[in-house]
Protein backbone atom coordinates (compact mmCIF):
# COMPACT_ATOMS: atom_id res chain seq x y z
CA UNK A 1 0.00 0.00 0.00
CA UNK A 2 1.28 3.64 -1.10
CA UNK A 3 2.53 5.24 2.18
CA UNK A 4 1.04 8.39 1.97
CA UNK A 5 2.51 11.98 4.07
CA UNK A 6 0.17 14.64 4.24
CA UNK A 7 1.52 18.25 5.10
CA UNK A 8 -1.16 20.80 6.22
CA UNK A 9 -4.15 18.83 8.44
CA UNK A 10 -6.56 22.24 8.48
CA UNK A 11 -10.03 21.41 6.84
CA UNK A 12 -9.20 20.39 3.96
CA UNK A 13 -6.34 18.67 4.30
CA UNK A 14 -7.69 17.01 7.77
CA UNK A 15 -10.67 16.33 5.81
CA UNK A 16 -8.36 14.05 3.32
CA UNK A 17 -6.48 12.01 6.24
CA UNK A 18 -10.10 11.34 7.87
CA UNK A 19 -11.98 10.36 4.73
CA UNK A 20 -8.57 7.77 3.79
CA UNK A 21 -8.91 6.45 7.57
CA UNK A 22 -12.64 5.82 7.32
CA UNK A 23 -12.52 4.38 3.80
CA UNK A 24 -10.36 1.37 4.83
CA UNK A 25 -6.76 3.47 4.31
CA UNK A 26 -4.31 1.30 6.60
CA UNK A 27 -3.34 4.38 9.54
CA UNK A 28 0.29 2.95 9.58
CA UNK A 29 -0.01 3.79 5.98
CA UNK A 30 -0.31 7.65 6.46
CA UNK A 31 1.90 10.20 8.34
CA UNK A 32 0.42 14.01 9.19
CA UNK A 33 2.26 16.85 9.52
CA UNK A 34 0.62 20.14 11.18
CA UNK A 35 1.95 22.81 13.69
CA UNK A 36 -0.82 22.03 15.96
CA UNK A 37 -0.15 20.18 19.00
CA UNK A 38 -4.05 19.78 18.82
CA UNK A 39 -3.98 18.21 15.09
CA UNK A 40 -1.67 15.48 15.70
CA UNK A 41 -2.61 14.06 18.81
CA UNK A 42 -5.83 13.60 17.39
CA UNK A 43 -4.52 11.58 14.26
CA UNK A 44 -2.12 9.89 16.49
CA UNK A 45 -5.12 8.68 18.41
CA UNK A 46 -6.57 6.97 15.40
CA UNK A 47 -3.60 5.26 14.70
CA UNK A 48 -1.65 7.73 12.20
CA UNK A 49 1.51 8.92 12.57
CA UNK A 50 1.82 12.60 13.36
CA UNK A 51 4.61 14.92 13.81
CA UNK A 52 4.70 19.12 13.59
CA UNK A 53 7.78 18.33 11.40
CA UNK A 54 7.48 18.17 7.77
CA UNK A 55 10.64 16.77 6.69
CA UNK A 56 10.10 13.98 9.33
CA UNK A 57 7.06 13.65 7.80
CA UNK A 58 8.29 13.07 4.28
CA UNK A 59 10.79 10.65 5.21
CA UNK A 60 9.11 7.24 4.59
CA UNK A 61 6.24 8.54 2.17
CA UNK A 62 5.82 7.64 -1.52
CA UNK A 63 3.38 10.19 -2.03
CA UNK A 64 3.75 13.59 -0.60
CA UNK A 65 0.82 15.82 -0.03
CA UNK A 66 0.65 19.20 0.16
CA UNK A 67 -2.03 20.77 1.30
CA UNK A 68 -2.16 24.56 2.63
CA UNK A 69 -3.14 27.58 1.87
CA UNK A 70 -2.08 28.90 -1.21
CA UNK A 71 0.35 31.99 0.03
CA UNK A 72 1.88 28.96 2.09
CA UNK A 73 2.83 26.81 -0.90
CA UNK A 74 5.85 28.28 -1.56
CA UNK A 75 7.29 28.34 1.39
CA UNK A 76 6.60 24.57 2.38
CA UNK A 77 7.73 23.65 -0.40
CA UNK A 78 10.82 25.44 0.13
CA UNK A 79 11.36 23.72 3.74
CA UNK A 80 10.80 19.95 2.07
CA UNK A 81 12.35 20.43 -1.85
CA UNK A 82 16.04 19.17 -0.82
CA UNK A 83 14.61 16.40 1.69
CA UNK A 84 12.06 14.88 -1.24
CA UNK A 85 13.48 12.21 -2.83
CA UNK A 86 12.59 12.76 -6.91
CA UNK A 87 13.26 9.44 -7.92
CA UNK A 88 11.07 7.60 -5.99
CA UNK A 89 8.22 10.00 -4.04
CA UNK A 90 5.24 12.10 -6.10
CA UNK A 91 3.88 15.15 -5.20
CA UNK A 92 0.38 16.19 -5.24
CA UNK A 93 -0.62 19.84 -4.61
CA UNK A 94 -3.87 20.74 -3.24
CA UNK A 95 -4.12 24.52 -3.33
CA UNK A 96 -6.45 26.18 -5.27
CA UNK A 97 -5.38 29.22 -8.00
CA UNK A 98 -1.28 27.46 -7.74
CA UNK A 99 -0.78 26.75 -11.40
CA UNK A 100 1.56 24.43 -12.62
CA UNK A 101 4.30 26.58 -14.30
CA UNK A 102 4.63 28.08 -10.43
CA UNK A 103 4.32 24.52 -8.80
CA UNK A 104 7.48 23.84 -11.20
CA UNK A 105 9.31 26.51 -10.50
CA UNK A 106 9.44 25.85 -6.65
CA UNK A 107 10.68 22.24 -7.06
CA UNK A 108 13.11 23.05 -9.83
CA UNK A 109 16.36 21.37 -8.56
CA UNK A 110 19.58 23.57 -10.98
CA UNK A 111 20.05 20.57 -12.97
CA UNK A 112 16.03 20.97 -14.02
CA UNK A 113 15.17 17.62 -12.14
CA UNK A 114 11.33 17.76 -10.90
CA UNK A 115 9.59 14.98 -9.30
CA UNK A 116 6.39 13.28 -10.51
CA UNK A 117 4.18 16.20 -9.63
CA UNK A 118 0.09 16.81 -9.97
CA UNK A 119 -2.32 19.42 -9.37
CA UNK A 120 -5.55 17.98 -7.04
CA UNK A 121 -8.62 19.54 -6.28
CA UNK A 122 -10.89 17.40 -4.12
CA UNK A 123 -14.20 18.99 -2.05
CA UNK A 124 -14.75 19.17 1.37
CA UNK A 125 -17.07 15.87 1.46
CA UNK A 126 -13.59 13.90 0.95
CA UNK A 127 -14.28 13.27 4.86
CA UNK A 128 -17.08 11.52 4.11
CA UNK A 129 -16.12 9.44 0.86
CA UNK A 130 -18.32 11.66 -1.34
CA UNK A 131 -15.67 13.78 -3.01
CA UNK A 132 -15.93 14.78 -6.60
CA UNK A 133 -11.81 15.11 -6.95
CA UNK A 134 -10.01 16.68 -10.09
CA UNK A 135 -6.68 15.69 -10.87
CA UNK A 136 -4.37 17.36 -13.57
CA UNK A 137 -1.18 15.81 -13.84
CA UNK A 138 1.86 18.38 -14.11
CA UNK A 139 4.72 16.16 -14.35
CA UNK A 140 3.05 12.96 -13.16
CA UNK A 141 2.95 10.03 -15.65
CA UNK A 142 0.23 7.57 -16.42
CA UNK A 143 1.22 4.98 -13.69
CA UNK A 144 1.49 8.05 -10.62
CA UNK A 145 -1.90 9.47 -11.93
CA UNK A 146 -3.32 6.24 -12.34
CA UNK A 147 -2.18 5.82 -8.27
CA UNK A 148 -3.43 9.32 -7.26
CA UNK A 149 -7.02 8.13 -9.22
CA UNK A 150 -7.21 4.91 -6.89
CA UNK A 151 -6.57 7.28 -3.77
CA UNK A 152 -8.90 9.50 -4.21
CA UNK A 153 -11.59 6.86 -5.52
CA UNK A 154 -11.69 5.51 -2.39
CA UNK A 155 -13.26 9.20 -1.13
CA UNK A 156 -15.44 9.44 -3.70
CA UNK A 157 -15.19 10.12 -7.80
CA UNK A 158 -12.33 11.29 -9.75
CA UNK A 159 -11.63 13.38 -12.74
CA UNK A 160 -8.58 13.25 -14.44
CA UNK A 161 -8.72 16.93 -16.83
CA UNK A 162 -6.82 19.72 -18.11
CA UNK A 163 -5.29 22.35 -15.79
CA UNK A 164 -6.94 25.17 -17.67
CA UNK A 165 -10.72 22.88 -16.27
CA UNK A 166 -9.30 23.22 -12.61
CA UNK A 167 -10.91 26.57 -11.35
CA UNK A 168 -14.24 25.63 -13.34
CA UNK A 169 -13.98 22.28 -11.61
CA UNK A 170 -13.64 24.03 -8.19
CA UNK A 171 -16.70 26.35 -8.89
CA UNK A 172 -18.80 23.35 -9.51
CA UNK A 173 -17.75 21.07 -7.16
CA UNK A 174 -16.12 22.73 -4.20
CA UNK A 175 -18.13 26.12 -4.08
CA UNK A 176 -21.03 23.37 -5.36
CA UNK A 177 -21.22 22.15 -2.26
CA UNK A 178 -22.29 25.70 -0.36
CA UNK A 179 -25.05 25.81 -3.11
CA UNK A 180 -26.43 22.95 -3.12
CA UNK A 181 -26.71 23.95 0.77
CA UNK A 182 -28.23 26.72 -0.03
CA UNK A 183 -30.76 24.94 -2.42
CA UNK A 184 -30.99 22.73 0.87
CA UNK A 185 -31.59 25.22 3.13
CA UNK A 186 -34.29 27.28 1.30
CA UNK A 187 -36.27 24.11 0.50
CA UNK A 188 -36.27 23.24 4.01
CA UNK A 189 -37.36 26.10 4.95
CA UNK A 190 -40.18 25.87 2.51
CA UNK A 191 -41.10 22.64 4.21
CA UNK A 192 -41.64 24.32 7.44
CA UNK A 193 -43.80 27.00 5.78
CA UNK A 194 -45.96 23.66 4.51
CA UNK A 195 -46.51 22.22 7.89
CA UNK A 196 -43.69 20.32 8.78
CA UNK A 197 -41.46 20.63 11.29
CA UNK A 198 -37.63 21.68 10.90
CA UNK A 199 -36.28 18.84 11.60
CA UNK A 200 -38.54 16.55 9.66
CA UNK A 201 -38.06 18.86 6.82
CA UNK A 202 -34.48 18.87 6.76
CA UNK A 203 -35.00 14.69 6.85
CA UNK A 204 -37.54 15.04 3.77
CA UNK A 205 -35.47 17.53 1.39
CA UNK A 206 -31.81 15.75 2.42
CA UNK A 207 -33.50 11.97 1.42
CA UNK A 208 -35.37 13.72 -1.59
CA UNK A 209 -31.82 15.58 -2.84
CA UNK A 210 -29.85 11.74 -2.23
CA UNK A 211 -32.76 9.77 -4.45
CA UNK A 212 -32.04 12.81 -6.70
CA UNK A 213 -28.16 12.05 -6.85
CA UNK A 214 -28.77 8.22 -7.23
CA UNK A 215 -31.31 8.26 -9.92
CA UNK A 216 -29.04 10.53 -11.94
CA UNK A 217 -25.66 7.56 -11.12
CA UNK A 218 -27.68 4.81 -13.26
CA UNK A 219 -26.17 4.38 -17.04
CA UNK A 220 -28.11 6.92 -19.57
CA UNK A 221 -29.83 9.17 -16.89
CA UNK A 222 -30.06 12.58 -17.46
CA UNK A 223 -31.82 15.09 -15.72
CA UNK A 224 -34.63 16.22 -18.25
CA UNK A 225 -35.32 12.28 -18.59
CA UNK A 226 -36.02 12.04 -14.60
CA UNK A 227 -37.57 15.38 -14.32
CA UNK A 228 -40.02 14.11 -17.22
CA UNK A 229 -41.00 10.96 -15.04
CA UNK A 230 -42.82 12.99 -12.38
CA UNK A 231 -43.78 15.88 -14.38
CA UNK A 232 -47.83 14.66 -15.57
CA UNK A 233 -49.65 17.14 -17.53
CA UNK A 234 -51.31 20.04 -15.70
CA UNK A 235 -49.55 18.47 -12.52
CA UNK A 236 -48.12 20.44 -9.49
CA UNK A 237 -44.34 19.43 -10.20
CA UNK A 238 -44.32 21.17 -13.63
CA UNK A 239 -46.01 24.31 -11.94
CA UNK A 240 -43.80 24.28 -9.26
CA UNK A 241 -40.54 24.56 -12.00
CA UNK A 242 -42.76 26.90 -14.01
CA UNK A 243 -43.00 29.28 -10.69
CA UNK A 244 -38.81 28.36 -10.43
CA UNK A 245 -37.82 29.51 -13.74
CA UNK A 246 -40.47 32.75 -13.81
CA UNK A 247 -38.04 33.23 -10.89
CA UNK A 248 -34.89 32.84 -12.42
CA UNK A 249 -34.15 29.23 -11.05
CA UNK A 250 -31.76 28.03 -14.05
CA UNK A 251 -30.41 31.67 -14.60
CA UNK A 252 -29.25 32.35 -11.41
CA UNK A 253 -27.45 28.66 -10.64
CA UNK A 254 -25.44 29.34 -13.81
CA UNK A 255 -25.01 33.00 -12.48
CA UNK A 256 -23.70 32.03 -9.54
CA UNK A 257 -21.19 29.41 -11.05
CA UNK A 258 -20.03 31.78 -13.60
CA UNK A 259 -19.46 34.09 -10.90
CA UNK A 260 -17.70 31.98 -8.51
CA UNK A 261 -15.15 31.59 -11.83
CA UNK A 262 -14.16 34.61 -11.88
CA UNK A 263 -13.26 35.06 -8.95
Not at 14 to 40: E, F, R, W
Not at 223 to 248: C, F, W, Y
Request: overall charge negative; hydrophobic content about 50%.
Amino acid sequence: MTKIAIIGAGAMGGAIATGLLNNGYNATNLTVADPSDKVVEHFAALGAAATTDNVAAIADADMVMVVVKPWLVEKVLAGIRDELRYDTQSLVLIAAGISSEQLCGWLRKPDGKLPQAALVIPNIAVAIGESMTFVAPVTADEQTVAEIVRIFDLMGSTLVTEERLLAAGTTLASCGIAYAMRYIRAAVEGGVELGFKAVDAQKIVVQTVKGAAGLLSLPGAHPESEIDKVTTPGGVTIRGLNEMEHAGFTSAVIRGLKAGLKA
